[in-house]
């Protein structure tokens, strides 16, 4: 495929990269030559304000010639079964918005560089995002209009390529809820109980540190079994910073935490968990990253952000200066959805520097928590959403990344219900 534009930029050609090859497995070429355009005998395009003559032709809005960042006007339409953004009118142009920069909009993340409110943690809302405003966050908006384009191209064959993926993930906030905390920690739990007359959280407590029952987070045999069960192959992303307010992971001294993190390396792929408390901050972040890397003997590559607390584009700025190739952040802690729109990874493109890097980004779409503590939903509620969510994925062949917890599949006090649950899950999202 020859596309002709009237300049190429390094937006365009990030957001060309990904539309022709990323989600269709299309080889293509830019070109600014008229005349080489005009003599060309393959499959080609045009892409600007005007058409050449009648070839393919998708008008431009702009932004993708551009370098700076300000506020954009959406203006979303209704397009077929779905929303459109970037409208054009132009009775030639194949669609009838700019999908390019609508694209390139949303996997860059743009409005989150403009100014928002914020949560409590610093985080950028799904109420704030055109995708929740437009009422299709639990769609992958960015995959459907690639589909419609490959249509109106021909190109539906490369797209047939793409095969649907299930990627199980966990985050590892804290292995234990009673043991190996340390004598401090545990007497002051103790004393807090007291205090409160929690007389059955002390119960629970004893039976758990003398060995009469297990304690409620060590859910890590029933995972390793799921996994030679169903073929799993999962990433972990553990919690390797100093004790908190909003950090409560076990030491990283802890010998018996130690092991744990080498067994669940020999069953799977390990990513760090970036604290609370290291967010921003790059002196934290990399003596997390060593202290993970040392246990593993092996180089920490992944990463998924504490409380999901991202900010852009220094989050990722942070990763990559410490040779971090790969993120899963990319999702919401209180809704469902798709927050950059695609179930389908990318490469971060710095806006800042209007630059694409070498960090890939890994959007997942729904989180244990999310369900049940911000949506307030039942077990079987939980269930029939994410269904839902894994057969829009599977309509546009993207992959379904699930972030859950060991807590979660401990299935204690509120989580009572949830790993028999997550089993469902697996038997219907392989």
Not at 127 to 153: F, H, N, T
């Amino acid at each position: 495929m020859l596309i002709l534009v009237p300049k190429n930029t390094n937006r365009l050609q990030y957001t060309l990269d990904f539309i022709f090859g990323t989600l269709l497995n299309v080889n293509f070429k830019v070109t600014t030559d008229v005349a080489s355009f005009r003599d060309f005998e393959g499959p080609k395009m045009s892409y600007g304000p005007n058409p050449l003559w009648d070839e393919p032709f998708l008008k431009s809005t702009g932004l993708l010639f551009e370098r700076d960042i300000y506020e954009q006007e959406i203006k979303p339409f209704d397009f077929q079964d779905i929303k459109g953004i970037f409208p054009v009118y132009n009775n030639r142009s194949l669609l009838p918005f700019d999908v390019f920069s609508a694209v390139f909009y949303l996997i860059t993340r743009y409005e989150e560089y403009l100014p928002q409110v914020r949560d409590q943690f610093g985080r950028f809302t799904p109420e704030s995002s055109c995708l929740y405003q437009m009422g299709v966050l639990d769609k992958p908006i960015v995959d459907i209009w690639v589909m419609e384009l490959a249509k109106r191209l021909h190109l539906e064959e490369g797209m047939s390529k793409r095969t649907y993926a299930f990627q199980p993930t966990y985050d590892i906030d804290a292995a234990w809820a009673y043991l190996h905390k340390g004598f401090f920690r545990t007497f002051g739990a103790y004393a807090r109980d007291l205090i409160s007359g929690d007389w059955e959280e002390i119960g629970r407590r004893n039976r758990v540190i003398f060995k009469h029952q297990r304690d409620p987070f060590d859910s890590f045999d029933f995972q390793f079994q799921l996994q030679e069960e169903f073929h799993l192959k999962p990433i972990y992303f553990i919690h390797c910073g100093d004790y908190d307010t909003n950090d409560k992971s076990i030491s990283i001294r802890q010998e018996a935490f130690r092991t744990l993190i080498k067994r669940i390396g020999d069953y799977a792929d390990v990513g760090i968990h970036p604290s609370f408390s290291s967010y921003l901050n790059p002196v934290r972040l990399q003596k997390e990253v060593e202290r993970l890397s040392s246990v593993l003997n092996r180089e920490v590559t992944k990463s998924r952000q504490h409380f999901l607390r991202m900010t852009l584009p220094r989050s990722y700025q942070r990763l990559i200066e410490l040779d971090i190739h790969d993120d899963y952040t990319m999702g919401y802690a209180s809704q469902v959805g798709f927050r950059a729109g695609t179930a389908s990874s990318f490469l971060f493109f710095d806006l800042e520097s209007d630059t694409p890097t070498s960090l890939h980004v890994h959007p997942f779409a729904v989180m244990d928590g999310t369900l049940k503590d911000y949506l307030k939903l039942s077990v079987s509620e939980s269930y029939n959403t994410i269904l839902k969510v894994v057969d829009e994925v599977r309509k546009v062949k993207g992959t379904f990344i699930y972030l859950t917890h060991n807590e979660t599949l401990g299935g204690g006090k509120r989580w009572a219900g949830w790993p028999d649950m997550y089993r469902k899950i697996l038997e219907n999202c392989q």
